[in-house]
């Protein structure tokens, strides 16, 4: 029922800026936090940022600090990711996640979202 959907990845240079965006359908209520997450080819996936709806706060990965900046609205349940100066390290399948009903945990474990987009595709290139 619950649907998440990413936008806004592509292939870019280094140096470039992409504008990801993720959007909850499916009639459901505000969500406790949103997030992003990454897997690069053969790694793990990763924590990248988060929004806890409750207190406004915002949380990021050492790795994008003060090169990524999340925003997002909680009425319409939709985040948003904006990039500034990719790197190829940055390469990655961007996840989109929400955690929706009575969950508890830390906004920046995978295991505190209940429902996952599929992911775009961010591809960087030197």
């Known amino acids: 029922q619950v649907q998440l959907q990413e936008s806004g990845g592509g292939l870019v240079q280094a140096g470039g800026s992409l504008r990801l965006s993720c959007a909850v359908s499916?009639?459901?209520?505000?969500?406790?936090?949103m997030a992003w997450f990454r897997q690069a080819p053969g790694k793990e996936r990763e924590f990248v940022a988060a929004i806890r709806w409750s207190s406004d706060s915002i949380y990021y990965a050492d790795s994008v600090e003060g090169r990524f900046t999340m925003s997002g609205d909680d009425a319409k349940n939709t985040i948003f990711l904006q990039s500034v100066t990719l790197t190829p390290e940055d390469t990655a399948v961007y996840y989109c996640?929400?955690?929706?009903?009575?969950?508890?945990?830390?906004?920046?474990?995978?295991?505190?979202?209940?429902?996952w987009g599929q992911g775009t595709q961010v591809t960087v290139s030197s």
């Open positions: 499916g009639r459901t209520s505000t969500s406790y936090a």
């Open positions: 996640a929400a955690s929706i009903g009575p969950i508890l945990g830390l906004v920046t474990s995978e295991g505190t979202y209940n429902y």
